[in-house]
Every structure is written in C-alpha cells, then in structure tokens.
C-alpha cells in the first residue's frame, strides 16, 4: 500500500513523494548521509533524489540500472526547468 501511496505523490509532485518517504519510512535517512544533502536535493533537484533514494541499497549503494533511474530523473529535472522558463517567456511575450 505503502508503494502505491508513493508512485501517486510522485506524479503529483516529486517534493510530495520524497516528504512522504521522509515521513513514514527510514528510506531518505538511508540513502543520504547528511541531512543537508537530501533538503539541498528536496531543493534543487527532486526528481533526482527520488529516483536516488529509491534505487539506493543499503550495502551495495546505486548500482546498475539504479543509474539509469537516477539519470532519468536527472532529466525530468532538466525538462521541468526548461518547461518553466517556456512558460515564463510566454506568459511575457
């Protein structure tokens, strides 16, 4: 149920999802060593600390294909940044 909660939030807002993960469950603690860290990513970028946290293993760390999650959400965050500033060049012009 837990999961479901989660992929709901992230198509709603990253930042939604990762307060979740924050909130109910130890995922964000393990993943990042600081906590500056994962709020600096909360921040700045959120698709990317989400698929970071949830492709992290607590021994191995990301490994594999968790890369290409995390590269992934690398570049929804580019495309909302570039997404952003259309609209806002729209909205002036």
Known sequence: MGCCLIVI???LSPRLALFLLWLFG???TIAFESFWM???GFLILPWTT???ALAYAPIAGVRGIGWLFVATGLVF???SWGS???QYND???
Do not use: E, Q, T, V
């Open 9 to 11: 939030a992230s198509w």
């Open 26 to 28: 130890d995922r964000l």
């Open 38 to 40: 994962g709020f600096l």
């Open 50 to 52: 989400l698929f970071y």
């Open 77 to 79: 965050d580019i495309m």
């Open 84 to 86: 952003g500033g259309k």
């Open 91 to 93: 909205r002036n012009s």
